[in-house]
């Protein structure tokens, strides 16, 4: 399997557009995350699914962001307005319970965005 | 929930000793991880233990465990400057079954 993967890897938009992230997760695991990393914060958990139902989506910053997961192997994360504090690394994770290291999550390399 | 506590920052010479530290708050936490993330990359995991062991060693890596103090560290061994990373404690939540993570520490390596 290639890991997740995420895309774009950089993005660079003004203040105000619409942005979207996006997420495939391994094959076969049924959680998904979405975490945003900034340097003053660290890692912050925004939301997780599981089986694309979303389960706590405590974290997401406010009603700018939204994210869904239409089917087993897609994700999106979106910022409509964006504004320049969203500007971090976002990282998408997924997992399996039953295979490996119980719960170990994989990461994908991350989306670096940048609101001007 | 579970809060997961680490402190951001942490400087060492190489050849020197590195001790990561990470406090958490459920006491029915079950597994506990240290995971690397490499400049420019994404999370990777680094080692676990599970709640009813006291230490783990791999190598040049040794997690403690003090489940009264609910406290885990990461001791690195001759830390090199490949060691350079940001290294987060994730604990499990034994009552929902659900990771959270510390917010990360920046190890940095000095030559």
């Known amino acids: 399997d290639a890991g997740v993967i995420q895309s774009p890897r950089h993005e660079v938009t003004e203040m105000g557009q619409e942005v979207t992230l996006r997420c495939k997760p391994i094959?076969?695991?049924?959680?998904l995350f979405w975490y945003r990393q900034t340097m003053m914060r660290g890692l912050e958990l925004l939301i997780y699914?599981?089986?694309?139902?979303?389960?706590?989506d405590s974290g997401m910053p406010e009603d700018r962001f939204s994210a869904k997961m239409p089917n087993a192997s897609f994700s999106t994360l979106k910022i409509q307005p964006s504004e320049p504090r969203d500007s971090a690394v976002y990282f998408c994770?997924?997992?399996?319970?039953?295979?490996?290291?119980?719960?170990?999550?994989?990461f994908g390399p991350g989306t670096r965005l940048t609101v001007l | 929930g579970e809060d997961v506590e680490q402190s951001l920052f942490l400087s060492v010479r190489e050849g020197d000793s590195s001790v990561i530290n990470c406090t958490y708050t459920d006491s029915s936490s079950t597994y506990l991880y240290w995971y690397k993330q490499e400049p420019g990359a994404g999370l990777q995991l680094l080692t676990y233990i599970f709640s009813n062991m006291d230490m783990k060693q791999d190598q040049r890596l040794t997690v403690l465990l003090n489940k009264k103090d609910k406290h885990l560290s990461l001791r690195i061994a001759d830390t090199q400057t490949g060691d350079s990373a940001i290294y987060f404690c994730a604990v499990l939540d034994g009552n929902n079954n659900d990771m959270r993570f510390g917010a990360g520490t920046r190890l940095t390596v000095k030559p």
């Open positions: 699914f599981n089986n694309n139902v979303p389960i706590d």
């Open positions: 094959s076969g695991h049924d959680y």
């Open positions: 994770a997924s997992s399996s319970r039953g295979t490996g290291v119980y719960n170990e999550q994989f």
